[in-house]
Nanobody, 121 residues
Framework: QVQLVESGGGSVQAGGSLRLSCVASGFTYNRMGWFRQAPGKGREGIAAILAGASTFYTDSVKGRFTISQDNAKNTVYLQMTNLKPEDSGRYYC?????????????????WGQGTQVTVSS
């Protein structure tokens, strides 16, 4: 059974940190990504990591967010530091069997249910 389960969301003040986790099961992937959806907006690619450990970030989170993976645990993490109110939204973990543009949600085959992140000023 294919499954992606996110955890680690919550409410923090600006400048705070959170670490999101995504446990994958039932499939193998070439790439895992994190997407964010703010109220009234579409999903935005935040970060991605290839099975070979290359990483990608959208400009707004570079230097603040770090994506990593623990292959033994089939888990991908998103460490978020110096959080800003504009980082608020629902964060989704996604997995792809292929490659292509890492930030396009259409290039991902499996999705988790998401975890909410709220950053207050």
């Amino acid at each position: 059974q294919v499954q992606l389960v996110e955890s680690g969301g919550g409410s923090v003040q600006a400048g705070g940190s959170l670490r999101l986790s995504c446990v994958a099961s039932g499939f193998t992937y070439n790439r895992m990504g994190w997407f964010r959806q703010a109220p009234g907006k579409g999903r935005e690619g935040i970060a991605a990591i290839l099975a070979g450990a290359s990483t990608f970030y959208t400009d707004s989170v570079k230097g603040r967010f770090t994506i990593s993976q623990d292959n033994a645990k089939n888990t991908v993490y998103l460490q978020m530091t110096n959080l800003k109110p504009e980082d608020s939204g629902r964060y989704y973990c996604a997995a792809s069997r292929d490659y292509g543009s890492w930030y396009r949600e259409g290039n991902y085959h499996y999705w988790g249910q998401g975890t909410q992140v709220t950053v207050s000023s």
